[in-house]
């Protein structure tokens, strides 16, 4: 028997450079490209789907954006990581923020204390979806 799973999908303007952010702020993510244009991400046992925001596959389906493609990105669909070191994937965004001026990372939060006791913090990607990263401080690695 095969054992369900679930995987969410985004468009974005640039695969690959949308995936190397992932890889550099998740130093365990593992980049696989699918086919032109669409790339999965894993990070832990999730796994998020990069597609190009102009696949021709977006005219043949029910998804096609109207009246183009940049209409069906910055939705502001949140994505959950869990990780282990909060701080220090933290400070791996304002490391990148401040020194890769392709990241494009428009927005980055600080660190929060939740009512619950856990803690997380957002960052934005430039196509308009957040990242929530939420976890401990201070643990030895980063998810």
Known sequence: MVRPSMFSGIYVNNVPKTANIF???FLNAIV????????????GTGRLLLSET????LETTNLAPQPDATDIVGTELELGVWVKDLEAVHQTI????????????????TIQIQPSGIQ???FKLREGYYIRVTGERG?????
């Open 23 to 25: 890889k550099k702020v």
């Open 32 to 43: 696989r490209k699918l086919q032109p244009g669409l790339t999965e991400v894993t990070i």
């Open 54 to 57: 102009t696949m021709d596959i």
């Open 94 to 109: 304002g490391d990148l923020k401040r020194t890769d001026d392709s990241a494009e990372i428009p927005f980055v939060s």
């Open 120 to 122: 997380d913090f957002r």
């Open 139 to 143: 643990n030895a690695q980063a998810a």
